[in-house]
């Protein structure tokens, strides 16, 4: 057995306390979670997909927008083998360059009513058309191509900044993201211009058509009911293209991303009524020049070493990526770049590279569950995997009792956690040679529990967890080195073992008292 003299366990308790001061808390450090993608759908095929959206419905279905004026449903199962095509428009479509088939969104109620808005380029003239389409009761992945009715139409000048996307806010209105209406710069002055549709984020309420409209405008639109013919469908202005834009199904905030011109590429939380810049300023740099009093500057930017166009994502508050639950998850166009956004109020932004995929990434989308995928022009839609390389965290195990006697097992607790799922926790321990290993048990949240066996009259124990997550990463809590330890004290004497002490102090007393006698005897008789 292992012994040590009083004071080792003093001068040990010392130097650890030293080193805990210097060193920091006895828990095993974190590495990143690497992140990575792959074909969602290895069997599937789109041309030129531009969006992702499920109908919100429970049908656990997504459909793929493609650009020259199809959209695509399948079931999101990774071994799907075919899509079916749910509308196609192509001969109402101007497809060419940034034209197309745009935008696509479910109506909330669609469960009810069967609607869906889409946004796409139309010819002769060029303009943007928003419509509505219905599919038949009959037939849930066939959309009824003559039940068209036109919302709204705008005007396009140039063949870009078309914008396209649609998206029902938490408040029911649908949301359309307007780019400037193109070629470069703006010449047109659209972004500033409150009484242009171009260079917009619009709101408008489907569910209440006013006179002569196929919509309402929301009472609290920024603009409504305005006498100085200001667009009253403006819930937003100063964009150049904010062609993807979408909002956090947590909070509601409303992300956009909007491409620069030739400096910047930004993310803006984009609130009612305030002035996102362009053409006044391209992210936080002048551009046309101008008053900057006012507008509204982007929580994130970034200049062409990092990429060409921004393409707006979700903020993931899916369930396979803890680590990025409540991030902004965004790309480029032109560089392949995924990146992670993380921003809570000014000066806190954090922006994380996730993968430099090198892929045309065209769009995000996010299932019902609201796991992420994104749409390339290599024709495939692809999701974000997380790989767990991160080990559990072990928590300071606590012990009971904390000074066990000869008889008495020692339970040992501890708290493990891993974003990735704890697999197993082992409590290793020794009384002087070779450790052994004990398997802790799940105790209730991220609690484990184990037990240390009855261990002889002054045994010195030493201890430490070893914690192993589902990706078989490991952590050991060996308190730096030092182990965890107690020493087993005396038992108490038994009444038994105080009887054998009693009659033997008893009889040595008696031969004591009896040599005292005899001796005066003995010198009696000399
Ligand atoms: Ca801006
Ligand atoms: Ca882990």
């Given at each position: 057995m292992k012994r040590k003299a009083p004071y080792a366990n003093l001068v040990f308790f010392l130097v650890l306390i030293v080193y805990l001061m210097l060193f920091g808390s006895p828990v095993s450090s974190q590495t990143p979670t690497e992140y990575s993608f792959e074909q969602a759908f290895p069997q599937l095929s789109f041309n030129l997909p531009v969006g992702l959206v499920h109908?919100?419905?429970?049908?656990n279905r997504l459909f793929a927008v493609e650009q020259p004026g199809v959209i695509r449903v399948f079931q999101n199962?990774?071994?799907?083998?075919t899509s079916k095509v749910f509308l196609d428009i192509s001969d109402r479509v101007l497809y060419g360059g940034e034209q197309g088939l745009l935008g696509l969104a479910f109506h909330p109620n669609y469960e009810q009513n069967r609607y869906f808005y889409v946004d796409y380029v139309a010819d002769n003239p060029r303009r943007t058309v928003v419509a509505r389409y219905s599919v038949a009761a009959s037939d849930p992945?066939?959309?009824?191509?003559?039940?068209?009715?036109?919302v709204l139409e705008i005007s396009q000048p140039f063949t870009n900044h078309k914008g396209g996307q649609l998206a029902f806010g938490p408040d029911g209105y649908l949301y359309i993201g307007m780019g400037d209406g193109g070629s470069g710069g703006d010449p047109f002055g659209n972004g500033q211009n409150r009484s242009a549709s171009l260079g917009k984020i619009l709101r408008i309420d489907v569910n209440s058509p006013s006179t002569g409209r196929n919509y309402g405008i929301p009472a609290d639109n920024p603009f409504a009911g305005n006498t100085l013919g200001y667009s009253e469908e403006i819930y937003a202005y100063g964009f150049r293209n904010p062609w993807r834009f979408s909002f956090d199904s947590a909070t509601g905030q409303l992300w956009a991303a909007d491409a620069g011109q030739s400096q910047r590429e930004e993310i803006d939380i984009v609130e009612k009524g305030k002035n996102y810049g362009w053409n006044i300023m391209e992210g936080t740099l002048p551009y046309a020049?101008?008053?900057?009093?006012?507008l509204e500057l982007p929580i994130w930017e970034y200049g062409r070493d990092e990429g060409t166009a921004v393409i707006g994502g979700y903020v993931y508050r899916g369930a396979t990526m803890q680590a990025l639950v409540g991030s902004y998850v965004y790309g480029d166009y032109g560089s392949g770049k995924i990146w992670a956004l993380s921003y809570s109020g000014p000066g806190t932004a954090s922006n994380m590279l996730l993968v430099d995929s090198a892929l045309a990434i065209s769009s995000f989308g996010v299932d019902e569950q609201g796991e992420l995928y994104f749409c390339a022009f290599d024709g495939k839609i692809y999701k974000l995997t997380a790989s767990d390389s991160t080990p559990p965290t072990i928590g300071a195990p606590s012990r009971s009792p904390l000074n066990p006697l000869p008889n008495q097992e020692v339970t040992i607790s501890v708290s493990v956690a891993d974003a990735g799922g704890v697999a197993s926790v082992i409590l290793s321990y020794r009384s002087g040679s070779a450790f052994a290993n004990v398997s802790m048990a799940a105790a209730g949240g991220s609690n484990f529990v184990g037990n240390i066996p009855a261990l002889p009259y002054q045994a010195f124990v030493e201890y430490k967890i070893i914690a192993y997550d589902s990706a078989g990463n490991f952590a050991v809590n060996d308190n730096q080195g030092f182990f965890y330890t107690y020493t087993v004290i005396p038992e108490f004497p038994s009444l038994a073992s105080m009887a054998v002490l009693l009659i033997g102090a008893l009889a040595i007393a008696l031969m004591v008292k009896k040599r005292r006698v005899k001796i005066p005897f003995s010198i009696a008789l000399a």
């Open positions: 109908a919100g419905d429970g049908s199962s990774q071994g799907v083998t992945d066939q959309a009824d191509k003559n039940s068209e009715l036109v020049g101008g008053d900057q009093t006012g």
